[in-house]
């Protein structure tokens, strides 16, 4: 079976920092784009980050820039999303996902859903207000 499994999720107030991991099994996606997405209920997966396994390409969302970072470990196989400062609106279930999508192997980082085809069942961020 192959998939990617979140974890860190919790409760947290504005100001906040968190951190979230994601951890492939199954297979290894050192070749693949990775990224973090969030989703509210009712609403669509919004695009957080993405980046390479080797790290030197990322991408963020205007609304987290300065505030969250993605990150990554070949060693333990583990991606990890830092997140500082948190606001309200960063409340929402995050999805990890992997990807392979043309727009990749062109040279992009892709920043839709359709760019990923590997997900995560998600973990919640909650504010307990």
């Known amino acids: 079976q192959v998939g990617l499994e979140e974890s860190g999720g919790g409760l947290v107030q504005a100001g906040d920092s968190l951190k979230l991991s994601c951890t492939p099994y199954?297979?290894?996606?050192?070749?693949?784009?990775m990224a973090w997405f969030r989703q509210t209920p009712g609403k669509e997966r919004d695009f957080v980050a993405t980046?390479?396994?080797?790290?030197?390409?990322?991408i963020y969302a205007d609304s987290v820039k300065g505030r969250f970072t993605i990150f990554s470990d070949n060693a333990v196989n583990t991606m990890w999303l830092q997140m500082n400062c948190l606001r309200p609106k960063s409340t929402g279930e995050y999805y990890c996902?992997?990807?392979?999508?043309?727009?990749?192997?062109?040279?992009?980082?892709?920043?839709?859903?359709?760019?990923?085809?590997?997900w995560g069942q998600g973990t919640q961020i909650t504010d307990p207000k």
């Open positions: 996902a992997a990807g392979k999508s043309d727009e990749y192997t062109n040279g992009h980082m892709p920043t839709g859903t359709s760019g990923y085809c590997y």
């Open positions: 980046l390479n396994w080797t790290g030197d390409r990322s």
């Open positions: 199954g297979r290894t996606f050192r070749s693949f784009a």
